[in-house]
């Protein structure tokens, strides 16, 4: 198994342009999600989705879209660069068990920087 | 408003020496508590958890310890070892099946040979 596979590992945009995190994992996990590290903040969740056609916000949503066609994809949009998305992303999947408690498996990450 | 904080952003312990590592959360929904461990270039990856109706969980060199009614957690390592080194995030999630993780701003914890 690959896990939890992320493209590109860096990206470099202008102020206005649009791109697309890739993320994809092998493992048939229900639940995936996005997140965004910047110093001295932690892991913010921007979206999330427990299953193919459901996605919902997370705590930093603006900016960003998602889609979620198939179990394994969920490609993270940025509509129109601007320098305060310049960050860490990540992306996690998991199982939804009956308890709702599963680790959370990251994948390696996406460096962007937004000039 | 940081529903999770880790006050120490960074520790620095001899190697075979005990390395704790503190976490308090103000959010009395959350249920389960969770650590990862974070390298340099990686994503996080998973180290431990704790359920709201335990106090402690061990897991090899590993145990995490909660206090519920001071809302507080730790980590601890016995003995550390210089592949501890890396930054530890810890996470928490509200009841009732809840993904949703709200993280702490990590301590980069630096074991010393």
């Known amino acids: 198994n690959a896990g939890v596979t992320q493209t590109p590992k860096f990206q470099v945009l202008k102020t206005g342009q649009s791109m697309t995190l890739q993320c994809a994992q092998d493992m048939n996990h229900e639940y995936m999600s996005w997140y965004r590290q910047d110093p001295g903040m932690g892991l913010r969740l921007i979206h999330y989705s427990v299953g193919a056609g459901i996605t919902d916000q997370g705590e930093v949503p603006n900016g960003y879209n998602v889609s979620r066609s198939t179990t394994e994809d969920f490609p993270l949009r940025l509509l129109s660069a601007a320098p305060s998305q310049t960050s860490v992303y990540f992306c996690?999947?998991?199982?939804?068990?009956?308890?709702?408690?599963?680790?959370?498996?990251f994948g390696p990450g996406t460096r962007l920087t937004v000039l | 408003d940081q529903q999770v904080k880790q006050n120490s952003p960074s520790l620095s312990v001899q190697e075979g020496r005990i390395s704790i590592l503190n976490c308090d959360y103000t959010n009395s929904m959350f249920d389960y508590f969770l650590w990862y461990k974070k390298y340099p270039a990686e994503g996080p990856t998973f180290l431990i958890s704790?359920?709201?109706?335990?106090d402690k969980n061990e897991d090899g060199r590993f145990t995490v310890f909660l206090n519920k009614s001071a809302k507080h957690l730790s980590l601890h390592i016995v003995p550390s070892q210089p592949g501890d080194s890396a930054v530890y995030f810890c996470a928490a999630t509200p009841r009732r099946g809840n993904e949703k993780l709200t993280f702490g701003t990590g301590t980069r914890l630096t074991i010393i040979p």
């Open positions: 704790i359920s709201s109706i335990k």
């Open positions: 996690a999947s998991s199982y939804l068990g009956q308890q709702g408690h599963n680790e959370q498996f």
